[in-house]
């Protein structure tokens, strides 16, 4: 009887006939399909790169996706855009014109690109005009659940909006619910606890606005600009 030549699959060094070692460029079976289906699996993870990338530009805005870093202290650049993906999430303070939103736009840049985290990002005055908006579209809830279930919540400007009771606990709802369940918020402010007391004064929803504040300082980090 006549046996077979017989040759090594180059990854696995399992014995292969040698007419399956060229049709497989010298490999076995096993280790063709695997090699095969990570070339595969590479083309796709390409391919969604390309597609986040295409779609971060619609999701930036331009501003902050060409604007220059040369003003912001280089310490507090390093700190925000090295925060690292978890259940604490990141609050910048300090005053206007610092760098707090253009920093963390680069860092959720990182985030959805690089790790391909979700997100909602917007300014609180945003929030505001977006909740009226669905609000009247009868989709308010399919809304804030979005904002609930995204990787990463990112609030601009908190306290630069209308503090009407409904705003205030929908966005307390929102906070809320992502700190139970460990999901980050990223968020700026140009105000302390007392700013936001004075600017409140007395009305219904200083008690709210207060609680998101001390929410955020519990559960994020602080980057003081």
Not at 27 to 52: A, F, G, I, M, P
Not at 106 to 126: D, M, N, Q, W, Y
Request: hydrophobic share 35%.
């Amino acid at each position: 009887m006549i046996t077979a030549e017989v040759k090594t699959c180059r990854t696995c060094r399992s014995e292969v006939v040698p007419s399956v070692a060229t049709w497989n460029h010298g490999l076995c079976d096993s280790c063709y399909t695997w090699e095969r289906d990570k070339e595969d699996r590479r083309e796709t993870s390409k391919t969604q790169l390309e597609v986040r990338i295409d779609r971060w530009e619609k999701l930036c805005p331009e501003i902050y996706r060409k604007n220059s870093t040369d003003f912001i202290d280089a310490s507090k650049f390093r700190l925000v855009t090295s925060w690292k993906f978890g259940s604490r999430g990141l609050l910048c303070s300090g005053d206007s014109r610092r760098g707090k939103t253009t920093s963390c736009w680069h860092l959720v840049h990182k985030l959805f690109i690089l790790e391909a985290r979700t997100f909602v990002g917007l300014s609180e005055p945003e929030f505001s005009i977006l909740r009226e908006k669905y609000s009247r579209q009868g989709t308010l809830e399919y809304w804030l659940n979005k904002c609930i279930a995204a990787d990463v919540f990112f609030l601009d400007d908190i306290g630069h909006a209308a503090s009407t009771a409904r705003h205030m606990e929908e966005l307390y709802h929102i906070i809320e619910k992502r700190t139970s369940w460990n999901k980050p918020i990223i968020a700026t402010t140009q105000f302390t606890l007392q700013d936001i007391e004075d600017k409140s004064g007395k009305s219904s929803t200083t008690k709210t606005a207060m609680a998101i504040l001390n929410r955020l300082l519990s559960f994020c980090d602080k980057v003081q600009f």
